[in-house]
């Protein structure tokens, strides 16, 4: 049976993990390298690097954080961060990712997702949307709004027709960040995840806002999420992706265990 | 000492799979040395080979563009031992409805086809159990229910030559493995200490030679 994963999600300023409140804030949580490898020591199913540089410079730096990264990595690996073209996730992918996401660069050109997915295949394209509810609009879920440039921006599309265009243009995931939960500890956005997964036929990551054991319970549930990503509650030791499945397990969450 | 081939024919991430066999040969102190080529010459010499893949089916064109399709033929046929991951194990078939157009070894008989159309997501992307149907020595010692990692949209028939059945929408070829010529539907490269096992026993295996 297929299982519903953990992903464990990494920050990355350059080439240090970070976390903030709804993008704001950062804050030093460790080197890269040894992150990924502890979580997937401690049963994360998955690995995301999420690099929120965005400078020139620091595309070196990632380059090299990815590399470190990968090194000794035996789980599936996603960077993201800055990728504007195909080139862009050539690199990435011969530094050792396996699948890169890309958010605002797809936006500006959505084509992007055709050629990536033409080089690399559809496993290999992750398209990340933030998503923000309306809430002046007549259905905040339907209606949810699309920003670019890490939360700052109105992309002027709506979430749940993006997320179809991107699947139709060849992206192999959709890794759907919840920005009002974002960091929040409040649990997902189980509506508006739910309403993504039931209009694609690719699985979707929920993100933003886990906090507890239940609320990863219900965005597999409620929020039909195949996949669930988290950064704050595995930072600075409080709980592990192997602490959080045998839960989910007794919860009747199909996970995999033992990891 | 001995040489194992991982064939470089332009598809995918080489290096994830290369590094994964370079730590076991060097875990397990086994005298093999792990090569990226896509030289047929290489090939043909080789004393081992892994035939990566992701991506398209189409890819494997290149196989037979660069000679390396009779390489790869020749070395099967002096008993080397052959495993196929991913689209690599898909072309030891006789072809996929994903390029039919493009012929694939046919050192198995079958083909491979799509998921049937379903509620589930297709791509099968994530953790999934094997279920282990006979003595395997590629999976020697991995536990029923062990979960490896899967990301495909095309699969190959169970049939006799079946080594493990994994079930998504269907049952399907999680492993296959006759004689020297072995393949998984799974990355293994990317499965934790299951599928870091799996190599371990494609490298410690003798072969038929």
Known sequence: ?259 | MERCVVIDYGSGNLRSAAKAFERMARELNLAIEIAVSGDAGTVRAAGRIVLPGVGHFAATERLDATGLTGAIRAAIGRGVPFLGICVGMQWLYAGSSEAPEQPGLGHFAESCARFSESTEKIPHVGWNSLEIRHDSRLLAGVEPGEHVYFTHSFKAPVTADTAAITHYIEPFAAAVERDNVMGVQFHPEKSSATGLKILANFLKWEGTR
């Open chain 1, 1 to 259: 049976m297929i299982t519903k994963r953990i992903i464990a999600c990494l920050d990355c300023h350059d080439g240090r993990v970070v976390k903030g409140v709804q993008f704001v804030d950062l804050i030093d949580a460790g080197d890269p390298a040894t992150q990924a490898a502890r979580h997937a020591r401690e049963g994360a199913d998955e690995i995301v690097l999420l690099d929120i540089t965005a400078t020139h410079e620091g595309r070196q730096t990632l380059l090299d954080t990815v590399r470190r990264t990968a090194h000794e990595l035996f789980v599936p690996f996603c960077v993201g961060g800055g990728i504007r073209s195909a080139d862009d996730a050539a690199q990435v992918f011969e530094a050792g990712a396996d699948k890169v996401s890309v958010n605002s660069a797809a936006l500006a050109n959505p084509m992007l997702i055709d050629n990536i997915g033409r080089s690399f295949g559809a496993q290999a394209v992750v398209v990340a949307v933030d998503a923000r509810r309306d809430p002046n609009a007549a259905d905040p879920v339907r209606d949810a709004q699309v920003f670019v440039q890490g939360g700052r921006k109105l992309a002027g599309r709506r979430v749940v027709e993006w997320a179809r265009e991107a699947e139709q243009r060849g992206a192999g995931e959709i890794l759907l960040t919840s920005m009002n939960a974002d960091g929040m500890r409040t649990g997902f956005d189980c509506e508006l995840t739910g309403a993504v997964s039931e209009a694609v036929g690719i699985p979707v990551i929920a993100s933003g806002g886990a906090g507890t054991v239940e609320h990863f319970v219900d965005v597999f549930g409620r929020g039909k999420a195949d996949a669930a990503l988290a950064a704050s509650i595995f930072h600075f030791g409080v709980s592990s992706a192997r602490a959080l499945k045998q839960e989910l397990a007794k919860a009747g969450v199909s996970v995999r265990l033992p990891c």
